[in-house]
């Protein structure tokens, strides 16, 4: 018999040739489909040399995958796409994902589960935290420290002077490092109506990084940002300075027809002030603060008591002038003029005469104040307002 068989002298003395075993030597064995167990062996060659190996070597355990340390040879340069069916072992609650609404972010609700917060969205400009109802509580943002370092909470709202980011430029003076805007709807829209702003003092450099504080508002009827306050880097109100002003005539000016009470057009801040430039020196309405200030008139920044002395200097009356009159008129922001008049009877003198008047009065913000001046006695007996006449106001507090 020719030999077709494999008997044990072969086996032990390693002379088994291919001759000697049969074509169908792996395919006649029954197949394995599942089942492995670590005591499973297969038989390799090593280098040539025919070895036995633990199933266990080739298959990954729980406490590799725990630990991170699968050897990187068991895995493929390009991993084969995986199917969620050959997934099996995962915790009964499954890592779940709920929610509707388009850039929700995800929070943990629970062991191995997650939930799209509908009121938490992030579209790649804002970060919303929305709250609706009318019993629903106020929308905010905590932010706690626990600790006895003295180190609290922090907001850092950080600005570069730079497009690219990541790149440290130093800041330009004047410029905004953050802004916290108060916003509301108008017209079917959120719309920007008070800014609290950091914003530099100086040129960022080596020696100094000085800083201020602006807040803005918008003025009543106006779609207008203001800024309305200002501390300096000293911790100073910059702005609004405290409201002062001393305006001349820079020509002399007649009065009206008898007995009115003329608007006296001081139009001059030559040798005096206008310390914020709330005071209308013009002939034409003025825009300031978004507010239209007519000529020759002062708009009262902030409400408070204010100090006004007005000084008229009256040349050109008649013997038949009886009296003279120096008033401050107080025009409130929509609202109906109010008159604080001085009268000195001057009994036909036609000399001329310096009539001062000085008063305090509470202005509300945004009013606007005038000093107007007139004669009364015989028809055409009016006076001539001289230069050398002044009006004068500063915000005492």
Same mark, same amino acid.
């Not at 914003?199 to 020696?207: Q, R």
């Not at 309305?228 to 405290?242: R, S, W």
């Not at 013997?319 to 009296?323: L, P």
């Not at 009013?367 to 005038?370: F, K, L, S, V």
């Given at each position: 018999m020719a030999q077709t068989t494999i008997q044990g002298t072969f086996l032990g003395d390693g002379t088994v040739t291919g001759a000697k075993i049969g074509a169908d030597f792996i395919s006649a064995q029954t197949a394995l489909d599942s089942g492995l167990a670590t005591t499973d062996e297969i038989i390799v060659s090593d280098a040539g040399v025919i070895k036995r190996m633990d199933i266990s070597v080739l298959t990954l355990s729980a406490a590799q995958l725990t630990s991170g340390t699968i050897p990187d040879a068991r895995f493929p340069a390009t991993l084969p796409a995986i199917s969620g069916a050959n997934l099996t072992n995962l915790p009964a609650s499954g890592a779940t994902l709920s929610g509707t609404t388009n850039n929700t972010i995800v929070t943990v609700t629970g062991s191995n589960a997650m939930i799209g917060e509908s009121e938490l969205t992030y579209d790649g400009t804002d970060f919303k935290l929305m709250k609706g109802g009318a019993s629903a509580t106020g929308a905010s943002l905590a932010i706690e420290t626990y600790n006895d370092g003295g180190n609290p909470a922090r907001l850092r709202l950080r600005a570069s002077h730079n497009d690219t980011q990541g790149t440290m430029t130093s800041n330009i003076n004047d410029y905004p490092l953050g802004f916290v805007q108060f916003e509301g709807v108008q017209s079917g829209a959120f719309q920007r109506s008070a800014?609290?702003?950091?914003?530099?003092?100086?040129?960022?450099?080596? /020696? #100094?990084?000085g800083s201020k504080m602006s807040f803005y508002t918008t003025p009543n009827n106006t779609n207008t940002e203001t800024k309305?306050?200002?501390?300096?880097?000293?911790?100073?109100?910059?702005?609004?300075?405290?409201p002062a002003f001393q305006v001349y005539l820079s020509s002399d000016s007649g009065t009206g027809? /008898? #007995?009115?009470?003329?608007k006296v057009p001081f139009n001059s801040t030559s040798g005096g002030r206008d310390q914020g430039g709330y005071f209308n020196?013009?002939?034409s309405n003025e825009t300031i603060r978004g507010i239209t200030v007519l000529p020759y008139q002062f708009l009262a920044p902030v409400a408070g008591f204010y100090l006004l002395t007005c000084?008229?200097?009256f040349a050109g009356q008649g013997?038949?002038?009886?009296?003279a009159t120096v008033a401050f008129d107080v025009v409130p922001n929509?609202?109906?003029m109010v008159r604080y008049n001085s009268r000195h009877a001057i009994n036909g003198i036609t000399n001329e005469i310096r009539l001062p008047f000085s008063m305090v009065v509470y202005v509300a913000a945004n009013?606007?104040?005038?000093c107007s001046a007139g004669t009364y006695g015989a028809a055409n007996q009016q006076a001539t307002r001289k230069t050398g006449s002044w009006f004068s106001g500063i915000l005492l507090g």
């Open positions: 800014v609290i702003r950091g914003e530099t003092a100086e040129a960022w450099d080596a /020696n #100094g990084r309305a306050m200002e501390i300096g880097e000293h911790g100073a109100t910059t702005l609004p300075t405290q027809q /008898n #007995g009115d009470i003329d020196t013009t002939g000084y008229i200097v013997s038949g002038t009886d009296r929509g609202g109906s009013a606007q104040i005038r």
